[in-house]
């Protein structure tokens, strides 16, 4: 059986960084208030006229640099991201003219937050039947273009940032599995609120989020509990053979709730919300580079990934790194 094994990963942030302190003379808030509520200190903020692919050049040169492969080695591009840089082409073929790696297949796919779970998913799916040998999955974000930089109950949460990383054909387990769900019934609680076909709105900041946080909180912390069981259930393992949970990170409280359900103690969850913010699509990917180049995540070791987001939509996987 053919399975995809993780040869390299990369990451990139903006340099400008807005801390909460920076927050207070904006907004109605405090820095005690956001991280207590959110875990939040800090989050990058792109630089005028940096775009998501060039964030996302970034991140994916060093994953393929960690690879020890050349950006012309690439045959397959799978890009999350809910903020594109244009309408088309897609940022998977900005970027793969950037990289040089013409003919090919690339595209970006749009699930919010799960969007890097998304384009892994598909990837692995490639890689596992032959399709292709060395694929690249991307996760970037440019939220900070339509945040609401008035609305305290967003301002405060989200960020800018690119995780990538390499996918290659290995005769033993690397992504043991993959698990995609979405519910459009909760698609009111949070969203972007203008588009192309809609028509872009007038009465608030153009195409800026909009989020009734207690309910979104409330869906994910049960939603998430049953993906990690059934990720679980489906490899026929139990809580305890997870070395590390690599968790979106969008809010402490559901970090933790998440660490708590699988029993895992916080010295086995990376966590960077504090020092990132929630960057939607990059947010698992940055985590992941995080802890990988800093040696808390180890070859041989279980992880468990996950994420949710608007739409809503979510996703898992279990990988042995």
């Known amino acids: 059986m053919l399975y995809s094994r993780i040869t390299g990963t990369g990451s990139h942030l903006p340099e400008k960084m807005l801390t909460n302190f920076d927050l207070e003379k904006m907004v109605d808030t405090t820095d005690e208030w956001i991280r207590t509520r959110t875990g939040i200190e800090r989050r990058h903020i792109a630089a005028d006229g940096e775009t998501t692919v060039d964030l996302a050049e970034h991140a994916a040169r060093r994953a393929i640099e960690a690879a020890g492969l050349k950006p012309e080695d690439i045959d397959f591009i799978a890009f999350g991201t809910t903020t594109p840089d244009l309408v088309f082409p897609n940022c998977g073929t900005l970027l793969q003219q950037r990289l040089g790696c013409r003919g090919a ?92 076909s809609k028509g872009f709105g007038t009465s608030r900041p153009l195409m800026s989020i909009s989020m009734v946080g207690s309910e979104v909180f409330k869906v994910a912390v049960t939603t998430l509990g049953k993906a990690v069981d059934e990720t679980l259930t489906v490899n026929q393992l139990g809580r305890e053979h997870i070395d590390w949970l690599v968790p979106h990170q969008a809010n402490i409280r559901i970090i933790h709730a998440m660490a708590k359900k699988l029993e895992l103690p916080l010295e086995r969850v990376v966590v960077t919300v504090q020092d990132h913010g929630n960057t939607s699509a990059a947010s698992v990917p940055l985590a992941l580079d995080v802890a990988i180049r800093d040696g808390r995540i180890k070859r041989g070791d279980l992880l468990l990934l996950e994420a949710f987001g608007g739409g809503f939509t979510w996703g898992s996987a279990l990988v042995r790194y």
């Not at 779970?117 to 440019?142: F, N, P, Q, W």
């Not at 930089?149 to 301002?155: C, L, Y």
């Not at 989200?158 to 599995?177: H, N, R, T, W, Y």
Request: hydrophobic content about 45%; some cysteine; aromatic content about 10%.
């Open 105 to 196: 297949p690339a595209f970006s796919l749009e699930t919010a937050c799960a969007g890097f779970m998304y384009a892994l998913s598909i990837a692995d799916k490639y890689v596992r039947c032959g399709d292709s040998k060395r694929a690249l999955v991307v996760g970037a974000e440019t939220l900070s273009r339509i945040t609401d930089w008035t609305d305290r109950s967003t301002a405060i949460l989200f960020a800018d940032g690119a995780g990538a990383l390499v996918l290659e054909p290995a005769a033993q387990a690397g992504i043991l599995s993959t698990h995609l769900h979405s519910d459009g019934f909760y698609k009111d609680l949070l969203y972007c609120g203008s588009g192309v």
